[in-house]
């Protein structure tokens, strides 16, 4: 007594059809697998080009900060908690000239005003008229084209 004498027989034509089914499926998973391969390689190749830009961005912003406080490592190490061997040496390849022009950027950035704080005490200060604002729809106001024939 066998086992395989037992189920139904199968045809040929069966068996070749479940045959390149199955090599169907392994071509498939294959395909699968190498595009895997592809998109992962490209995904870490795209991190570490991130993680690069990230180390010089700190490496200069160490770099600046430093400058900007007559390299006084310990002073910058206290501040910051960070190691103050640690921003020397992150500092170190960074040239005067990139320095200065973190510096730069930096001092333009902080002369930029700002715009949202800046517009909203602008509007407070500027409301010197009698007329009503209109209602947003935060508050409850009408917003679908009436607030415009409230107005009127």
Known sequence: MTTTSTPARVSAAELRRRVR?????????????????????????DAAAQKEAADIAAREAAAAAL??????????????????DELEREAKPVTAA????????????????????RARSDHSTNVTSPAPAPASPE????????????AA
């Open 21 to 45: 089914a199955m090599e169907s499926l392994q071509a498939k998973t294959r395909e699968m697998a190498a595009a895997n391969v592809l998109t992962t390689r490209r995904t870490a190749a």
């Open 67 to 84: 400058r900007l406080f007559d390299h006084d490592s310990q002073l910058v190490s206290q501040l910051l908690g960070v190691p103050a």
């Open 98 to 117: 990139r320095a200065k022009e973190v510096i730069e950027s930096l001092r333009a950035r902080a002369e930029r005003p700002r715009a949202t704080r």
């Open 139 to 150: 508050a409850g106001g009408l917003d679908n084209g009436q607030t415009d024939a409230a």
